[in-house]
């Protein structure tokens, strides 16, 4: 054993599977997880810059760890994640203890860095960007440490090319690059062979996936090399397709034999087109959850954050989704208070929002990013006072449609896959149904247990429910363990 790591991850999904790879890059080079700051050789800190005040917290947490490396100056301490690739030289001179800082593009460096620096003292690699599909670090292309046995994450593309005003992503994650087709469907066996049964297929802008294919496989005609890139679906008939779709990774993933649950975050609603909406509903694997991201209801915002799509665009698309795809539970992302947002604009979003009837809404009052268009419009920057007001009365809205989509579902039969224990009461276990509903209800059952249980109550963010039948147990590897030589 090398020694104990701890890890703490600030962010987003992106960044807690960069984690899981973290961690695996280190168990694969001899170090084992701690909790405990006093016994850890290592403190490897990812970061995000999307959540707010990341960089206070950041700051905050070094600080508390000067002390620590004075008194232990063989602790190595590292920064990797979306703050470091942005802020650079900024976290290496104000943390002058710090051994490591890495960027997004070389997450699969984190192991080596720490040896290197062992050697050489403090070291700051950040790269610019991936170069292509074959020097980009897909997380889910190095070793792995999942937080659960029965379900995973699949990077399925790294990086954005959209410019939404208000984000970070793209000056931090660089453009689109999308991981080979014929790879990916071989991570989903790998994960099924290893006893994951539901995947959720990870990117910025998922449905935008194979985009870059396309302009690669532009001018050639090698068929294997396609199929890999591409997919089977590529050439399909003899006739070259514009692009592998996601809806063509969607059915792939669905036909792995084990894989009873696929999901997806985060579709762009510009992008969401007829054959993704015929995968949801056709392939049965695929759940009937849609995480379709509004962020204004206005026009003028809408243009002023460049999203790319009309109110009235949003709402025909989430309609033809709804149209198409049975039961189908739809989840979204708002921010009120865009600079210039005026009162008129955020009656559109409250219009649109009770239009849409949404399951669930995550909900942000807008919070300048360092780097972003829209951090430098501060003289149109919505008092707190207003924001707040206007933030009470979507949250009216939003909890209005939850929890009448939730009353609506009170005597069904729902499918269940266990997750543990409830966090508010242990008494009774949580459970997630295909809408991504948590329903909580008595039983004695194992995380990734399959059930299905009666809806007996409904609350506004959650439902209550009567175990009905065990489907099955958790499920167990079926992959021979290959021992590295
Ligand atoms: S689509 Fe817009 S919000 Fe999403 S990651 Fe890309 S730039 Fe950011």
């Not at 292509?132 to 292309?141: C, L, T, Y």
């Not at 070793?143 to 000056?171: H, L, M």
């Not at 005026?342 to 009656?347: I, M, P, Q, S, V």
Request: hydrophobic share 35%; proline share 4%; with cysteine.
């Amino acid at each position: 054993m090398k020694g104990k790591y701890l890890l703490r991850t600030y962010g987003c999904q992106m960044n807690e599977h960069d984690s899981e790879r973290i961690a695996g890059l280190l168990e694969a080079d001899g170090y084992e997880p701690t909790t405990d700051l006093e016994e850890a050789d290592v403190v490897m800190l990812n970061t995000c810059c999307i959540r707010e005040n990341a960089d206070n917290k950041l700051y905050g947490a070094l600080g508390h760890l000067k002390a620590e490396k004075e008194r232990r100056p063989d602790m190595q301490i590292a920064v990797g994640g979306c703050l470091a690739q942005k802020d650079k030289d900024l976290v290496a001179t104000k943390a002058g203890h710090v051994d490591v800082v890495f960027g997004t593009h070389n997450v699969h460096r984190a192991a080596e860095l720490l040896s290197e620096s062992r050697e050489h003292g403090q070291i700051v690699e950040i790269l610019e960007a991936a170069v292509d599909a074959e020097h980009a670090a897909f997380p889910s292309a190095l070793p792995e440490k999942r937080e659960v046995d029965y379900a995973a994450w699949v990077t399925i593309q790294i990086g954005c090319d959209n410019s939404c005003a208000f984000c970070i992503v793209p000056s931090v994650r660089g453009p689109e690059i999308s991981r080979p087709f014929g790879d990916l469907v071989r991570e989903i066996e790998h994960l099924a062979s290893d006893g994951v049964a539901e995947i959720t297929l990870l990117g910025q802008n998922v449905n935008s996936y194979g985009r870059d294919i396309t302009l690669k496989l532009g001018g050639r005609d090698e068929d294997e090399f396609d199929v890999h890139e591409a997919g089977e679906r590529w050439n399909a008939n003899g006739r070259r397709r514009g692009r592998p779709l996601f809806s063509d990774l969607l059915r792939a993933a669905g036909d792995v034999p084990g894989i009873e649950r696929v999901r997806y975050t985060s579709p762009h609603p510009k992008d969401l087109r007829d054959d993704t909406i015929a995968a949801m509903a056709e392939v049965d694997a695929v759940c009937n959850h849609l995480h379709l991201p509004l962020q204004s209801g206005s026009d003028r915002i809408l243009k002023a954050m460049h999203r790319g799509y009309t109110a009235e665009r949003y709402l025909e698309r989430l309609k033809a989704a709804q149209n198409g795809i049975e039961d189908l539970a739809v989840s979204t992302d708002i921010i009120v208070g865009f600079p210039g947002e005026t009162e008129d604009d955020f009656e559109r979003t409250l219009e649109v929002a009770a239009e849409a009837g949404y399951d669930s809404a995550y909900t942000f009052v807008f919070s300048p990013r360092e780097g972003t268009e829209a951090a430098e419009m501060g003289e149109d920057f919505i008092p707190q006072p207003v924001t707040k007001e206007r933030m009470a009365r979507l949250r009216h809205v939003i909890e209005r449609s939850a929890a009448a989509k939730n009353a609506a579902r009170v005597g069904r039969i729902e499918e269940v896959v266990i997750e543990g224990p409830s966090k508010r009461n242990p008494g009774v276990i949580s459970g997630r149904t295909r809408q991504n509903k948590l329903v909580h209800f008595e039983a004695d059952l194992r995380a990734g247990a399959l059930a299905t249980v009666e809806i007996t109550e409904a609350a506004t963010h959650y439902l209550m429910g009567e175990l009905r039948e065990t489907l099955r147990g958790p499920k167990v590897r079926t992959r021979i363990p290959v021992v590295a030589g």
